[in-house]
């Protein structure tokens, strides 16, 4: 599984790598243990990607779900959500 780097930010993968593959079955395994999985860096897959980079907070939530998980921030999409009176088209669903 591939997920965004904790401390980047999208608007950088045109310029630099920021995704980090994780080894999705340590992630499950350390879950269903509860270990805690305090160590995101260990759950690296190295042998696909050399990196600095450790693994974003929400990557137990991602993996939980395993299928394709889409995770942005849109803050238009967000504000709009949260009215009580929006736009016509608009369902909160």
Request: glycine share 6%; hydrophobic share 40%; proline share 4%.
């Given at each position: 599984m591939w997920v965004k780097a904790s401390g980047t930010w999208?608007?950088?993968?045109?310029?630099?790598?920021?995704?980090?593959?994780?080894d999705i079955a340590a992630v499950l395994d350390g879950l269903a243990r509860r270990s805690g999985l305090r160590n995101m860096q260990c759950l690296v897959r190295h042998d696909l990607v050399h990196s600095p980079l450790r693994p974003s907070i929400e990557t137990t939530l991602h993996a939980s779900c395993r299928r394709g998980v889409v995770h942005v921030h849109c803050v238009e999409t967000i504000s709009i959500a949260c009215l009580s009176t929006r736009p016509s088209g608009w369902q909160r669903r």
């Amino acid at each position: 599984m591939w997920v965004k780097a904790s401390g980047t930010w999208m608007m950088e993968a045109t310029a630099r790598s920021i995704l980090v593959p994780v080894d999705i079955a340590a992630v499950l395994d350390g879950l269903a243990r509860r270990s805690g999985l305090r160590n995101m860096q260990c759950l690296v897959r190295h042998d696909l990607v050399h990196s600095p980079l450790r693994p974003s907070i929400e990557t137990t939530l991602h993996a939980s779900c395993r299928r394709g998980v889409v995770h942005v921030h849109c803050v238009e999409t967000i504000s709009i959500a949260c009215l009580s009176t929006r736009p016509s088209g608009w369902q909160r669903r």
